[in-house]
């Protein structure tokens, strides 16, 4: 039996996997950073692969944009293929006037303007959180590579194009650092899983000095984080 938007046999996905919005990432993660890969789901086009990296199974798949397709695919994989560690890796725009573009962002917390998260929370505020393990995992191994990385909280919006310069000022009176679309509802799915879940980001644009980086720059950048993760999960 497969899911309704991924028709993989039931074990092809290692417990581990990388979640990149576009499945064209997915690819190139798999094919820059991983041996042995499997292209193992492509319904709509939505790229999903396993492989490994140096010696651990790892799956990447595409989640899409936004809370409704990340929770998704992401609801699937865990509870169908059994995912136990999900790892959103993406893009933000900056909040926070010290970050620059390409920078690293970890999300410990996730804020929203989403719905989503209240429908399952009959109308409460559900506190949106990274699994503190995973956390802990990656930064010991952020630490002891003396990376340059910001560790905060950031903003899950459902609209991309609604940032107006009074909602920027409100962000950054309430600390969060970042503007993403996806991680506010990846962690409240995980928490009902059961399931680990975080959000590393690179910065690809800045709402502050509305910067914005091109389709190369953000290849490199994107590069350097995968890497990081990658060798912070398997350490
Ligand atoms: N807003 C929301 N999501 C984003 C942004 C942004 O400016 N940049 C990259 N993802």
Request: aromatic share 8%; charged share 15%.
């Amino acid at each position: 039996m497969t899911t309704p938007h991924i028709n993989a046999p039931r074990d092809a996905f290692a417990a581990t996997c990388l979640l990149p919005g576009d499945p064209l990432r997915a690819k190139f993660i798999a094919e820059t950073f991983l041996e042995d890969v499997t292209c193992v789901t492509s319904v709509r086009n939505m790229l999903g692969f396993t492989g490994h990296y140096k010696g651990q199974p790892i799956s990447v798949m595409g989640t899409g944009m936004g809370m409704p397709s990340c929770v998704l695919y992401s609801t699937e994989l865990m509870e169908f293929y059994g995912v136990q560690r999900l790892v959103r890796v993406g893009s933000c725009g900056a909040v926070e006037p010290s970050l620059r573009l390409n920078d690293i962002v970890i999300a410990h917390a996730a804020s929203t303007d989403s719905n989503m998260n209240r429908k399952h929370f009959a109308g409460m505020d559900y506190s949106a959180a990274a699994s503190p393990r995973l956390l802990q995992r990656v930064l010991n191994y952020v630490d002891q590579q003396k990376a340059n990385v910001a560790v905060g909280q950031i903003f899950s919006t459902d609209n991309f194009y609604s940032a107006p310069v009074e909602q920027l000022k409100l962000l950054q009176a309430m600390g969060i650092i970042a503007v993403e679309m996806e991680a506010a509802g990846l962690y409240a799915a995980a928490a009902k899983y059961k399931a680990q879940a975080l959000t590393v980001l690179t910065v690809s644009d800045s709402l502050v000095t509305d910067e914005h980086l091109d389709a190369a720059a953000r290849e490199a950048g994107f590069s350097q984080m995968i890497e990081l993760t990658l060798d912070a999960l398997v350490s």
